[in-house]
């Protein structure tokens, strides 16, 4: 049984994800840009680095820390594993930055926070509440996409 096999075993669905989570941490953990991933085991990285950050911290920690890195390439994600509403609710939150693309550098990406206006962060703070209030289950959005996509998770 592979090591992702055993993971979909797992029954508590919140467990489950992070247990795929931690694979793919322990297999991009010497990688710059997560290089050493496939797009399926990326989408799902992008996804538990939004979903962890937005919760933690609201989207202001989102784009202040390296998550913000992949904000665009999140977007594509929630397009692949079909959370509409989330991926509406991120493109907001992009476009109410002050410069786009947002830049991937992360120095670069705070001096822009740095002088934001505090309509944008407002703004973040609704889309935060719509973020925590959607009712789409990206753990479960997460887990049959790696389910229809296991071989590139093997």
């Not at 055993?6 to 290089?35: A, H, M, P, R, Y």
């Not at 992008?46 to 904000?71: K, R, T």
Request: glycine fraction near 4%.
């Amino acid at each position: 049984m592979s090591k992702i096999d055993k993971v979909l075993n797992i029954e508590d669905e919140t467990e489950k994800v992070i247990e795929i989570g931690q694979l793919l941490w322990d297999k991009s953990q010497n990688d710059d840009n997560f290089e050493s991933l496939n797009v399926e085991e990326k989408t799902v990285l992008y996804i538990e680095m939004l979903e962890g950050q937005v919760n933690n911290g609201g989207f202001d920690q989102y784009f202040f820390n390296s998550s913000g890195d992949y904000a665009h390439e999140t977007l594509e994600a929630l397009e692949r594993i079909n959370a509409p509403q989330m991926r509406s609710i991120l493109d907001e939150a992009i476009k109410s930055f002050s410069v786009t693309p947002i830049p991937k550098d992360t120095e670069k990406r705070r001096k822009y926070m740095d002088d934001l206006p505090e309509s944008v962060t407002d703004n973040w703070e609704r889309l935060d509440n719509e973020f925590y209030e959607c009712p789409e289950n990206l753990a479960g959005l997460v887990i049959e996409y790696v389910k229809k996509n296991k071989k590139s998770f093997e």
